[in-house]
């Protein structure tokens, strides 16, 4: 009887290994409803003093997102610090002096931590602040997936080659996207993180000085912010209502008014011009698309199960 049980067990728990190694483990919003209850209600008031005391970090944390889950998956990657025997993210090229609102993941990372510790990932913190930013601006809300774990590992180069780059032409962008799994569909509506945040001089200078298909009188206003050599750093707003997640993106590729040359890419006379102009008027219909699209980049290749670990501390492997 008792071995017959324990022979049971044994087939049982080699179906198990063998199914989850087979499909992978699944993410799931329940995945901390009993390990730590309160990891919602954490990270969203944290999220909301972080926003209340400046409106651009729902954008800052949603920008971090995605640079974590495009280089090797959503597995907080991105959050490792440099040391003198490690290279992390944090000088790639998309990153170095651009990424912001590290320390506003440490600090919800402590509080959780000492709500349940060793149990919650940083991967999910940041999967649920970048939503909680998103929902704090004014934008839809969605239902995140959980049950990530952390990298022990980052990579320089493939964060330098695998974020898209905001010289990028529309095939590129792509391609980028497709080559993460998500559709060219996904990846306009996923520029949509644009309705927020700030892009520094640097990044579209070229784009105000010599592109053609710009509004005129854009490119003539956002130069006296953005000279033609100098103010590398200086900001402007990535549409007008950096604060708000409206549609207004949108509208303003409509108008050849995108900020970075890659933005006005998606409105250029070609495949992605009529999903632009669907959601330049038709708010809820990006909005749904856009909740869709970042569960969907949510997914990109997460460790589970016994793969990573839980970090400590977001900036260092345990
Ligand atoms: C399609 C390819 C994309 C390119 C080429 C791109 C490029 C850029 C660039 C160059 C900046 C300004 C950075 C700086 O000046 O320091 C920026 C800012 C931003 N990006 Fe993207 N991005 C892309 C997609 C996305 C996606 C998918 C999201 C999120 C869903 C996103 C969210 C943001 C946000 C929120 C900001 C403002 C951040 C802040 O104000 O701190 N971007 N992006
Ligand atoms: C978690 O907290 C408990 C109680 O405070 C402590 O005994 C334990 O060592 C901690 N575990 C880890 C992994 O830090
Ligand atoms: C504009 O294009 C010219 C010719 O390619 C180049 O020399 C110049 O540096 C560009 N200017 C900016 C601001 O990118
Ligand atoms: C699209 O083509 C038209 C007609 O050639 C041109 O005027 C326009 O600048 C092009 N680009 C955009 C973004 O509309």
């Known amino acids: 009887m008792a071995s017959s049980i324990a022979r049971s067990f044994v087939i049982l728990s080699i179906l198990c290994v063998i199914t989850s190694s087979v499909n992978g483990q699944q993410l799931s919003p329940n995945f901390y409803a009993r390990s730590c209850p309160n990891l919602l209600t954490i990270v969203r008031n944290a999220m909301r003093q972080a926003v209340s005391n400046e409106a651009r970090m729902g954008a800052s944390i949603l920008r971090l997102f995605f640079h974590d889950c495009f280089v090797n998956g959503c597995d907080a990657s991105v959050l490792l610090d440099d040391t003198a025997t490690f290279t992390g993210e944090k000088t790639a090229r998309p990153n170095q002096n651009s990424l912001r609102g590290f320390e506003v993941i440490d600090t919800i990372k402590t509080r959780v ?8 990932s940083c991967a999910d913190i940041l999967a649920l602040a970048a939503r909680d930013g998103v929902v704090l601006l004014g934008g839809p809300s969605w239902t995140v997936p959980l049950g990530r774990r952390d990298a022990r590992t980052a990579s320089l180069s493939a964060a330098n080659s695998d974020i898209p780059s905001p010289f990028a032409n529309l095939a590129t962008l792509i391609s980028s996207f497709s080559a993460k799994g998500l559709s060219a569909t996904d990846m306009t509506a996923l ?8 892009a520094r001089c640097a990044t579209f200078r070229t784009r105000i000085y010599n592109d053609t298909n710009i509004d005129a009188q854009f490119a003539n206003s956002r130069r006296t912010g953005c000279p033609a050599s100098g103010g590398d750093n200086n900001l402007a707003a990535l549409d007008p ?10 509208q303003n590729l409509v108008g050849r ?5 890659s933005d006005q890419e998606l409105f250029n006379n ?10 330049s008027n038709n708010y809820r219909a990006f909005a749904s698309d856009f ?3 970042m569960v969907r ?3 990109i290749s997460p460790l589970t199960g016994t793969n990573g670990e839980i970090r400590r501390k977001c900036g260092v492997v345990n």
């Open 297 to 299: 980049m949510g997914n």
């Open 191 to 198: 520029s949509g993180g644009h309705v927020i945040g700030f």
């Open 241 to 250: 209502t950096p604060n708000r997640f409206d549609n207004a993106y949108y």
């Open 257 to 261: 008014r995108g900020l970075l040359r």
């Open 113 to 120: 931590e000492n709500a349940c510790n060793a149990t919650v």
């Open 270 to 279: 070609a495949s992605q011009d009529s999903l632009v102009r669907t959601y």
């Open 291 to 293: 909740a869709a699209a």
